[in-house]
């Protein structure tokens, strides 16, 4: 018999629930491809070493770009070797798929990713919005008539949503994320520095010593790269402060939509989130006083989930097991 999976379909990262097993695979979704044959050569956490370090022939390709597939047929190739790779199939049986996606995605958006994990080897697909999936996996009981409110901040959207009786009320999903905040560090360094990195080097800088809000005592870091000028390797010092200063206009766009979203509640909903507050989960959780910046821009409690980057994989396999145990279709 086949097991059923939930995944987690990240621009960057994707990761994989099994029934019975919990998470079973989490890797970078990016996809090492030769130019010359159109062959894939490597998937995962083996083609993410390569990035920003391949020859000629050899590009590293993330097929999914603000939370949305770029490249069908990278995509299918990724989720087909990651499917397969756990030898879920049954001897004559596929498992069904629970796979989610952002909530703005557009109905051929939305088609190309069912069709991507059809021809992954899913049985029956099911597509989830991220918030929703995401609000099940950190622990809220969104069957409830109660609001619970949800910021998903992923690589490459941040999901905002209220939700009540199992479904969403409001929502906004924006293109600003985890990968935007890379892009800002990268440029900082470029303005500021005359320092060029690649996007590793951001990301490194950012989990390091990132911070959403300014700080008494910053953390400091070396960086290597090379001298925009004199082409040459560089090293500098930066500190937290001056991440927080790169990504300060991309973190107020997140809490304005944050705000919008809030501003069209109706009350009942409304006074629900402020008793409960805010569910903050995705890997911009992680970033230091995200919570903090939140709660002071929203007066709103703000409380960071316990495994923020799990939640959406997790969450998928909980509402599948949701859906046997009210045999709704499966």
């Known amino acids: 018999m086949a097991k059923d999976i939930g995944i987690d379909l990240g621009t960057a990262n994707v990761l994989i629930y099994v029934e019975g097993k919990g998470i079973v695979l989490n890797e970078p979704s990016v996809v090492a491809v030769d130019d010359k044959t159109d062959r894939v050569l490597a998937v995962g956490s083996e083609a993410y070493r390569m990035v920003g370090r391949t020859p000629g022939n050899i590009r590293a390709v993330r097929p999914l770009k603000d939370g949305v597939i770029s490249d069908f047929d990278v995509t299918e190739a990724m989720l087909t070797y990651f499917v397969d790779k756990l030898n879920v199939k049954g001897f004559m049986s596929k498992p069904n798929i629970m796979i989610c996606a952002p909530t703005n995605i557009t109905e051929i958006e939305r088609k190309a990713i069912i069709q991507a994990a059809e021809k992954a080897g899913g049985a029956k697909v099911y597509l989830e919005y991220e918030p929703k999936v995401a609000a099940v996996g950190a622990g809220l009981d969104i069957f409830k008539p109660i609001g ?183």
């Open 148 to 330: 619970s409110m949800v910021i998903d901040m992923g690589g490459g959207t941040s999901d905002i949503a209220v939700l009540s009786l199992g479904d969403i009320v409001v929502s906004e999903s924006i293109r600003i994320a985890g990968d935007k905040m890379n892009f800002d560090i990268v440029g900082y360094l470029k303005r500021r520095h005359n320092l060029i990195v690649g996007e590793r080097t951001a990301e490194t800088i950012k989990i390091q010593i990132g911070s959403a809000l300014p700080v008494d005592e910053p953390l400091t870091m070396e960086v290597r790269g090379r001298d925009n000028f004199e082409g040459m390797p560089k090293t500098i010092t930066i500190n937290s402060n001056e991440v927080e200063e790169a990504l300060h206009d991309t973190l107020q766009q997140i809490v304005r939509a944050a705000h919008s979203v809030l501003a069209k509640l109706p009350p009942e909903l409304a006074a629900d989130i402020i008793d409960r507050g805010i569910m903050l989960t995705g890997g911009g959780a992680l970033l230091h006083g995200m919570d903090q910046l939140l709660s002071d821009a929203l007066e709103v409690p703000v409380v960071v989930s316990d495994s923020p980057l799990d939640n959406v994989a997790k969450g998928a396999g909980a509402l599948l097991e949701h859906m046997k145990s009210s045999h709704k279709g499966l």
